[in-house]
């Protein structure tokens, strides 16, 4: 149980096009997903915090009208890098927390979306 | 605010033998969980083991336990009979019982030898 899926896998686009990357909770409903950045040989950076059917809460320096975060559904948070640039290449993982009564606070992982802008 | 750090940036061990990473803490909550992830190459983040703190009895599964020592703020991993697929860089994460984020260390890469 408590499988996260993430799509795409690996994604390379032009600069100044926008990407669109999926995350979802396979067998569990996820209220509230998370989505971080991580660059390489470095620990996870939370960039924002997806809340189903309310506006997403993003970190200090994280630009909220270039990264786009919908959660429509109990079981899906979409991330959309607008208007990308190669800076914004980078290995981007969503994580869900299980909204049932036991382990709540437990995030599970996706298995990551690496982006590159060319 | 929480703070996590893993001082020791890579470790390694000999296959079958035992490893013990370190993780401390730094936290004005009372009530709050701990968290060991693992990063094999794939990058796919991995539950390994979670302690709550309320509970004095140290969380364990199968080849995973782990020392909590609340006074002392510290929460180590150790691994028994290490396997080669124990490779990885391993995190240890904090987070407040009322709280959403969790709060990373900056990882150790553990090698095994074989």
């Known amino acids: 149980g408590a499988v996260v899926s993430q799509h795409p896998s690996r994604v390379i686009c032009k600069s100044g096009t926008s990407v669109k990357i999926e995350c979802r909770s396979l067998d569990f409903q996820a209220t509230t997903m998370f989505w971080y950045r991580q660059f390489p040989k470095q620990s996870l950076m939370l960039m924002a915090t997806s809340n189903e059917g309310s506006k997403a809460t993003y970190e200090q320096g994280v630009e909220k009208d270039k990264f786009l975060i919908n959660h429509a559904s109990l079981t899906l948070s979409t991330l959309t890098v607008t208007s990308a640039h190669p800076e914004d290449s980078s290995f981007y993982i969503c994580?869900?927390?299980?909204?049932?009564?036991?382990?709540?606070?437990?995030?599970?992982f996706g298995p990551g979306t690496r982006l590159l802008v060319l | 605010a929480q703070t996590v750090t893993q001082s020791q940036p890579e470790m390694s061990v000999q296959e079958a033998e035992t490893v013990t990473l370190s993780c401390t803490y730094d936290?004005?909550?009372?009530?709050?969980?701990l968290f060991w992830y693992k990063q094999p190459p794939s990058r796919q983040m991995i539950l390994v083991i979670r302690?709550?703190?309320?509970?004095?009895q140290n969380a364990t599964e199968n080849r995973f336990s782990v020392n909590f020592q609340k006074a002392a703020k510290s929460f180590s991993l150790k691994i028994s009979d290490s396997q080669l697929g124990d490779a990885a860089m391993y995190f240890c994460a904090g987070l407040k019982s009322s709280g959403d984020k969790l709060t990373f260390g900056t990882g150790t890469r553990l090698a095994v030898r074989p």
């Open positions: 302690q709550e703190a309320y509970k004095q």
């Open positions: 936290t004005s909550e009372s009530d709050y969980y």
């Open positions: 994580s869900a927390r299980d909204d049932g009564l036991a382990g709540w606070e437990t995030q599970y």
